[in-house]
């Protein structure tokens, strides 16, 4: 990435070069006139802003002697570094999106079938796909091809759902704004960016945070973030998903009658993660809490009373997108272990469950994190479709959304498809 260091923001080596003849090789700290090493010293002011270059031995000076010393404070009153506007250290490996060629508007992603949203993706039959077809399949910043391409784990990670909280009845709510590739999404919040990562790509920033693609269509207008997956009963299911799902519920089962009457039993095809790995693994646990190994049972549906020994859904650690599962068990134990209870403080019924994981010893869930555990379908077409839209219905959706209104920003689009 280039750099005009006389205008704008400038990397911090050339910063430092220009700061060596401002002060003309000498240390910044007034009345010191030691030469600079040349090793770039940098000196900072007690909120963390870059000050300027220092000699070596004002750079041992600690926090608290600097701000008794009179020499420091008018330093920092007048920086040497002040006319600059740094970027962070790790500048110098920022790739602009289109730092490698700029992407073909005009070609007509919608007959690319290796960009068809695949069945398994959590937003397929949703608003979220119309979206993703009213923006032909692009990026709303950058314009590349957006590749649903499962993980090993099923996760598409390289797609992203972008969203922001707007307040709405007393309370914020997390509405989507477009679909993003991984790299603009990531770097959408990181002010110090700015202009100098984004390049061409600015304008097509600023009108989409001004004019979000959801929100110029009726058809997706004020989606909500999370709400990409309808709920579902066993009704909801095709006969082939019926089929497909008990199938593969009957293979994990293998030769155990228990097992065998957990995989066939339909009050589990209600539950939030019918079909996915985590099915199996309940399987795999003959449908027994993994600690107490008494029943578990369905939890309860929506309006519905409270379930006794509900299967719990446990992970480790603190952070829902990077704990990995461990196994299903009752609320009672999911609550001990939540309060932060360990393999040695517990009763002794949970150290051999903390100690080898059932989630981890199964082939379905091992790695899987709990944040993705409700993607992980057993077979793409295992899964249910409840209040879904087919292909068809999408088709029909982006056609009647595109004859109502123009497309977003049609200027900044370029050649695009109609």
């Given at each position: 990435m280039?750099?005009?260091?006389?205008?704008?923001?400038?990397?911090?080596?050339?910063?430092?070069?220009?700061?060596?003849?401002?002060?003309?090789?000498i240390c910044a700290v007034p009345g010191c006139g030691r030469p600079l090493p040349s090793v770039d010293r940098w000196t900072t002011s007690p909120s963390g802003d870059l000050?300027?270059?220092?000699?070596?031995?004002?750079?041992?000076?600690?926090?608290?002697?600097r701000m008794d010393d009179a020499n420091w404070r008018l330093l920092w009153r007048n920086p040497p570094a002040a006319a600059l506007q740094i970027l962070p250290l790790r500048a110098r490996y920022w790739k602009s999106p289109w730092s490698q060629g700029a992407p073909d508007p005009k070609a007509d992603l919608g007959a690319d079938p290796a960009l068809d949203p695949p069945r398994a993706w959590s937003?397929?039959?949703?608003?979220?796909?119309?979206?993703?077809?009213?923006?032909?399949?692009?990026?709303?910043?950058?314009?590349?091809?957006?590749?649903?391409?499962?993980?090993?784990?099923?996760?598409?990670?390289?797609?992203?759902?972008?969203?922001?909280?707007?307040?709405?009845?007393?309370?914020?709510?997390?509405?989507?704004?477009?679909?993003?590739?991984?790299?603009?999404n990531t770097n959408l919040g990181r002010t110090s960016l700015?202009?100098?990562?984004?390049?061409?790509?600015?304008?097509?920033?600023?009108?989409?945070?001004?004019?979000?693609?959801?929100q110029c269509w009726e058809a997706t207008r004020s989606l909500v973030y999370g709400r990409g997956r309808p709920p579902a009963t066993f009704r909801d299911w095709s006969e082939a998903a019926k089929e497909a799902a008990i199938q593969a519920l009957l293979e994990v089962a293998g030769q155990d009658q228990e097992k065998i009457v957990v995989a066939g039993d339909r009050r589990w095809f209600d539950w939030y993660y019918?079909?996915?790995?985590?099915?199996?693994?309940?399987?795999?646990?003959?449908?027994?809490?993994?600690?107490?190994?008494?029943?578990?049972?369905?939890?309860?549906?929506?309006?519905g009373s409270p379930t006794v020994s509900a299967a719990t859904l446990d992970h480790a650690g603190p952070d829902?997108?990077?704990?990995?599962?461990?196994?299903?068990?009752?609320?009672t134990w999911n609550?001990?272990?939540?309060?932060?209870?360990?393999?040695?403080?517990?009763?002794?019924?949970?150290?051999?469950?903390?100690?080898?994981?059932?989630?981890?010893?199964?082939?379905?869930?091992?790695?899987?994190?709990?944040?993705?555990?409700?993607?992980?379908?057993?077979?793409?077409?295992?899964?249910?479709?409840a209040d879904g839209l087919t292909q068809a219905q999408v088709a029909e959706a982006?056609?009647?959304a595109r004859a109502q209104a123009a497309r977003w920003r049609p200027d900044l689009w370029g050649g695009a498809t109609a």
């Open positions: 280039s750099i005009n260091p006389k205008r704008g923001p400038v990397l911090r080596a050339e910063a430092a070069a220009r700061l060596r003849k401002r002060q003309k090789g000050v300027g270059l220092v000699c070596y031995g004002c750079s041992l000076v600690s926090m608290n002697r937003y397929a039959g949703t608003p979220v796909e119309v979206l993703y077809e009213l923006q032909e399949r692009r990026c709303a910043i950058c314009l590349f091809p957006l590749v649903l391409r499962p993980a090993r784990n099923g996760y598409f990670a390289q797609v992203h759902v972008d969203h922001h909280y707007v307040w709405t009845d007393e309370t914020w709510v997390p509405e989507i704004r477009g679909i993003l590739c991984a790299r603009c700015h202009e100098h990562w984004w390049g061409s790509v600015l304008p097509r920033r600023q009108a989409y945070l001004e004019s979000p693609p959801a019918a079909g996915t790995a985590v099915h199996a693994l309940l399987v795999e646990q003959a449908g027994r809490c993994a600690v107490s190994g008494e029943d578990l049972n369905p939890p309860r549906r929506s309006g829902r997108r990077k704990g990995p599962l461990r196994g299903l068990i009752t609320p609550g001990r272990l939540r309060e932060g209870g360990s393999k040695w403080t517990l009763h002794e019924d949970a150290q051999p469950y903390l100690a080898a994981p059932p989630g981890q010893r199964s082939p379905h869930t091992r790695g899987l994190c709990y944040s993705e555990a409700s993607s992980a379908w057993l077979s793409p077409v295992a899964r249910p479709r982006v056609r009647e």
